[in-house]
């Protein structure tokens, strides 16, 4: 796809600006351009702008799976200038709500100030100005977009204080969503006390599901990271989500994501996004399962330790079945009993 990167009108007035996940680009583009009449501002392969006089409105698209939640990333203004954008943090601050400011970022191919703030619903504000255009798309990325929709759903996220309990009854909910919870400045055992809380409140068979930022050796010091990444406050190593994970007692557990072309090295340290995922074990059934693994490799093992091999019959528990049913490995096996 070429680099299209056309001429904007001067940014004297605030706009509301949009971000959205789009499946395909490129027919978004196509939609956007009837819509408006106008074309993109930016048109890269992994982003699209445009910059709207009437309405004034920025929308920015990001390619992404479509989410059953829907296909909104953020909302936010753009202001014509920092002092504006001063005026609105203090406004918020003085009135006790958290932001986080970012000076001079590299983001979506332009260089910005900003902050970010959460509204009580857990919409997220991106309240910037712009400096200037670049020609590469920076550090900065697009807030990850949310896994499809269960139907009870609690989700901590970087920004939030970290809570001495999940505020939800025991087994009532169907998934928990760990938004860069491992990156806030929380200890080992507060961390573990969470898990420990959301593996309770989760029903049997309920998943929970870790995102963040992970590096390949402990990190020195304290993260002073650019973009969206400078939220991250401390830096856990590969392992330890997963080790947390299992010691709260979840099993299943497999990685959806770690480490892509997203990646950087920092002090060297190698940081990896990281999506893992895991699962309550299901309610006891009174009567074990048979079950056969069909491949692709001549032999897989669980975290209890049970061996399967290719073609071979295996009895196991309810909640290894139950494990292996809810797993992306679900359709390696065949569920005899």
């Known amino acids: 796809?070429?680099?299209?990167?056309?001429?904007?009108?001067?940014?004297?007035?605030?706009?509301?600006?949009?971000?959205?996940?789009?499946?395909?680009?490129?027919?978004?583009?196509?939609?956007?351009?009837?819509?408006?009449?106008?074309?993109?501002?930016?048109?890269?392969?992994?982003?699209?702008?445009?910059?709207?006089?009437?309405?004034?409105?920025?929308?920015?698209?990001y390619p992404a799976p479509q989410q059953a939640g829907g296909a909104l990333n953020h909302v936010g203004l753009r202001f014509p200038d920092s002092a504006a954008l001063v005026d609105v943090q203090r406004r918020l601050e003085e009135a006790r709500v958290a932001t986080q400011r970012q000076e001079g970022v590299e983001c979506c191919y332009s260089r910005q100030t900003k902050f970010w703030v959460t509204d009580p619903d857990r919409t997220l504000w991106e309240i910037y100005t712009l400096h200037e255009d670049i020609d590469h798309s920076g550090f900065d990325a697009p807030p990850a977009p949310l896994p499809p929709a269960?139907?009870?759903?609690?989700?901590?996220?970087?920004?939030?204080?970290?809570?001495?309990?999940?505020?939800?009854?025991?087994a009532t909910l169907d998934e928990v969503l760990l938004e860069g919870t491992?990156?806030?400045?929380?200890?080992?055992?507060?961390?573990?006390?969470?898990?420990?809380?959301?593996?309770?409140?989760?029903?049997?068979?309920?998943?929970?599901?870790?995102?963040?930022?992970?590096?390949?050796?402990?990190?020195?010091?304290?993260?002073?990271?650019?973009?969206?990444?400078?939220?991250?406050?401390?830096?856990?190593?590969?392992?330890?989500?997963?080790?947390?994970?299992?010691?709260?007692?979840?099993?299943?557990?497999?990685?959806?994501?770690?480490?892509?072309?997203?990646?950087?090295?920092?002090?060297?340290?190698?940081?990896?996004?990281l999506r893992l995922h895991g699962w309550k074990a299901p309610a006891a059934a009174p009567r074990s399962c048979a079950i056969v693994y069909k491949g692709p490799f001549e032999q897989v093992s669980c975290e209890c330790g049970m061996v399967f091999r290719r073609g071979e019959k295996v009895t196991v528990s309810a909640m290894v079945a139950g494990w292996l049913r809810a797993g992306p490995a679900g359709e390696q096996f065949a569920f005899l009993s």
């Not at 971000?19 to 982003?47: M, Q």
């Not at 809380?197 to 990271?225: E, M, Q, Y």
């Not at 299943?252 to 190698?270: A, T």
Request: proline letters at 10%; one cysteine or more; a positive charge.
């Open 182 to 273: 491992f990156n806030a400045l929380s200890s080992p055992e507060r961390l573990a006390k969470l898990l420990a809380d959301a593996h309770r409140a989760l029903k049997p068979g309920g998943k929970v599901s870790v995102h963040g930022l992970v590096g390949d050796k402990p990190f020195p010091g304290t993260p002073k990271l650019p973009g969206m990444a400078a939220l991250v406050q401390r830096v856990p190593v590969e392992t330890e989500p997963l080790c947390a994970l299992l010691r709260a007692g979840f099993g299943g557990l497999f990685y959806e994501k770690l480490g892509d072309i997203h990646c950087f090295r920092v002090n060297g340290v190698d940081l990896r996004e």
């Open 150 to 170: 269960a139907t009870a759903v609690w989700q901590h996220r970087i920004t939030d204080p970290l809570p001495d309990r999940v505020p939800h009854a025991d």
């Open 1 to 61: 796809m070429p680099t299209v990167i056309e001429p904007v009108a001067p940014t004297t007035a605030t706009r509301f600006h949009v971000g959205l996940h789009v499946a395909d680009l490129g027919r978004a583009v196509r939609f956007y351009r009837t819509l408006f009449g106008v074309s993109p501002a930016k048109h890269f392969d992994d982003y699209a702008k445009f910059d709207v006089a009437v309405p004034p409105l920025v929308l920015a698209l």
